[in-house]
């Protein structure tokens, strides 16, 4: 054996004994708090550069309103093409931390190089596609004649950096998932402060519109990505992308299967919204749309601290259950379901109690502050409880559990939410049945996945550390 060959598996050795220590026996509210606080940092970020770039949009002169109900209609496109990054990079960098746990680092880096790929192919198909056919799509998504133009602005330009979007957000799971929350908080400051530092030199000083607004969000997004990589690629890394590994393998199909439940979660998001702006726009107007885009940018107030702290939880979930150490991932479950659903109450009670003066942030026209006024308290009073399902679906994906947690994104969102959304207004209660479309289906969703992790954890996690409830393989 060669000294540099010596060398290389002593470091080697060195990182899995890192990874060990941080993830394996360090406390676990400690451990939580140190992974969970720089995600939820950079989850409050990104969602300040969403409310903060609608609120530039909003104040553009004699545009503002149009402007921002037409970047509103371009919210599920945007939220799609982030639902393939999920499905990548969510599949890919759980499995590598449950490999992690069980010592495999060279697989681990197969995942990695294996999600490269198939990111580099996604973007390129998702980019040709919407953009042949964007026009009809945004049509079908609410937009009418008057916010049409600014929607096509927007999206033409935020598609050209559709492969940035990707890598940023596919490869910043597999940071997570050793245990480098900082880093990866890091990624996403990075395109965050990017944006809201470019967005006013673009859209006002350069005169842009909305196209500087797209532009902004692609070189943010080019940056945050190069910092992913070049971390990615460094000695510091414990999971190295290495130029070899970068190929389609076997490998994809797992990640794929695992991956799909946070891909549904976020697509069926993106339903959802072309769901609502259509609805509201044929009982309600511009104005409805208008208000279910200032809506929908404070509800990422709220989720800024479900996906933040299930960031940070979800490679301790998944290193302990790779490591068999039962108790440790019992012990982050119920302590994240405690935390996450006190914040999210107090979250909701703050919105609902203030909506006037949140939306008045967002615009001065009265008719869309006072459809913002009547509806935002209830819109939201499910958020409350719907910590309970992500805390849930954070477990089955750390334990790389996809059939459960697959069902809980399906039964929330199409079986629940998409339905009641398109029947309740055709019932006599017109927008208003768009709007408590939400809460029923947070509360109902709720319990369903309360109930089916306590039947889960029976099987997987009642047996001591080291050994399994009945089956530790995926179910």
Known sequence: MTKRETNGRAETTTKRQTANDDLGTKPIGRLAVSLAIPAVVAQACNAAYTIVDRLFLAHIPGAGDLAMTGVGVCFPITLAVSAFAMLVGMGGGPLASIELGRGDQGKAERYLGTSVAAIVVISIVLSVLIQLFKTPILVLFGASDATLP?????????????????????????????????????????????????DPLFIFALGMGVRGAALANVVAQAMSAAWVIRFLTSPRSIIRLRAGSIRLTRLLGPMLFLGVSPFIMQITESVIQVVFNASLQRYGGDSYVGAMTIMTSLMQLIFVFSQGISQGVQPIIGYNYGAGLYTRVRCAYSGTMVVQVAINCTMTTLLAIFPGPVASLFTSDTAIIDVVTRTLPYFVCGMGVFGIQNVVQCA????????????????????????????????????????????????????????????????????????????????
């Open 396 to 475: 089955f994906v750390g334990m790389g559990q996809a059939k459960p947690s697959l069902f809980l994104a399906i039964f929330r969102k199409l079986i629940l939410l998409v339905p009641l959304a398109l029947v309740l207004p055709r019932l006599g209660l017109g927008t208003t049945g768009v709007f408590i479309a939400e809460p029923i289906s947070d509360a109902t969703s709720a319990i369903v996945a309360g109930l089916l992790f306590a039947w889960y954890a029976r099987r997987l996690l009642m047996g001591t550390d080291g050994t399994a409830g009945r089956s530790r393989q995926p179910l």
């Open 150 to 198: 600014y929607a096509v602005d927007f999206l033409t330009v935020y598609l050209s950096g559709t492969l940035f979007v990707q890598l940023a957000l596919g490869l910043n799971t597999f940071i997570t998932a050793q245990g480098k929350a900082l880093v990866a908080m890091g990624s996403v400051l990075i395109g965050a402060l990017s944006s809201l530092a470019l």
